[in-house]
């Protein structure tokens, strides 16, 4: 290992107030870096530590404070839900974009199995990175190696000002929040809102479940059609049964030559209440005019 690649920094500076990243190169595009790239499980760091190299220089990647590992775990949960079969998704996964870098991203999205062109793992096609504490320029240079290298897609989490951005030749693209994030690997579009939002990131989760199939939602589902059918088969029996006692109440009176004004039918016919229903047939017998069947109860 070179003298350059053993230069150690002990922490990334703090990033500027409310400040988005620039471009990386002063032209404004993507810096070039030079290949043959290496390969993915060539390792330049021990796997396992808070060690980092970027660009031929040590960083030690400190433990998180809580906006950052609460937000990690949150999209963790909202890519895992989402993760089309044949991929996988890894959370702080080291991966080798360039010869002098080797970091982890805190989540990211490859293909399942080897890819039989390198012998290892395929590289990760979708990566998300949050973005507290950390140094503007070091996510910024990361997101150019991993482009280089051949990820598809870098996100950038920006937790203090609740901003979802994805990374463009030109720098990062602010999302909008009421936008989908849409790409091969996921079953369905991830609103972009569920990577801030603990309540959208369950129901990002939740449909993505019933997009893939899963069995135990399946089985509620056959559950509660079930149960369903077993209740209006219940309520269609009742129903019958009260309109059957309904009817009678009806045909008692005309058999007496007894006038019924539509709103005494409609009270008794709409009558679910079997027990009043027994009463009002009782009275249809001796009544001297269908309103006193009816009279003084309140159905």
Known sequence: MTASLLRCIPMDPKPT???????GASDGHAVRLP???????????KPETRDEMLRGHRVITMPALAPHADRQCEIDYVVRGNVRTG????????????TGSEFATDTC?????????????????????VVNEQSHRSIREKAEDLTQRG????????VKRQRVCEWEPRGWRQLSLNGVIEDPCFSRPI????????AEADDAVAWALVEKGNPVI??????????GKAEGKAEGEAKGKAEGEAKGILAVLRARGLEVPEHVRARILGCQDMALLDQWIALAVTAKT??????GSKS
């Open 17 to 23: 107030q409310g400040m988005l990243l620039a471009p």
């Open 35 to 45: 290949g043959p790239f290496p390969s993915l499980d060539e390792h330049i760091v």
């Open 87 to 98: 991929y996988v998704s890894s959370s702080d996964l080291l991966t080798r974009p360039t």
């Open 109 to 129: 999205v490859r293909k399942e199995g080897e890819d039989p062109s390198t012998g290892t793992r395929y590289l990760e096609e979708v990566a998300f990175e």
């Open 151 to 158: 990820v598809r897609r870098i996100f950038a989490i920006f």
């Open 191 to 198: 609103r972009v809102k569920a990577l801030l939002d603990a």
């Open 218 to 227: 399946e089985k509620v589902k056959a559950e509660g059609k079930a149960e």
């Open 290 to 295: 269908a309103a006193d069947v009816v009279a």
